[in-house]
Nanobody, 114 residues
């Protein structure tokens, strides 16, 4: 079992930056990939960025060049979000893959105003 707790997020104006953090606890040795998804109101959850245990990253086209994901340790992942725009408004969820199962955090709201 893996538990995830997100922090960060909040309210920003367009063009500003915010950072998200996610800390895992539990069976940390089994975690491979970690990442961030987001779900805007009325839309499906979508991948934002992902990082595997080797440090290889993957980004959604909409955030490339603006967002950066990195792992501080096996159990902690961060997402730096720069040049935010209104389309980035969503609930952001941290995920971790361990033993073939995906675990989710509770989500944290990011709201970008014009």
């Amino acid at each position: 079992q893996v538990q995830l707790v997100e922090s960060g997020g909040g309210l920003a104006q367009a063009g500003e930056s915010l950072g998200l953090s996610c800390a895992a606890s539990g069976s940390l040795f089994s975690i491979t990939d970690m990442g961030w998804y987001r779900q805007a109101l009325g839309k499906q959850r979508e991948l934002v960025a992902n990082i595997n245990r080797y440090g290889t990253t993957m980004y959604a086209d909409a955030v490339k060049g603006r967002f950066t994901i990195w792992r501080q340790s096996r159990s902690t992942v961060h997402l730096q979000m720069n040049s935010l725009n209104a389309e980035d408004t969503a609930v952001y969820f941290c995920d971790a893959v361990a033993m073939g199962r995906t675990y989710w955090g509770q989500g944290t709201q990011v709201t970008v105003s014009l």
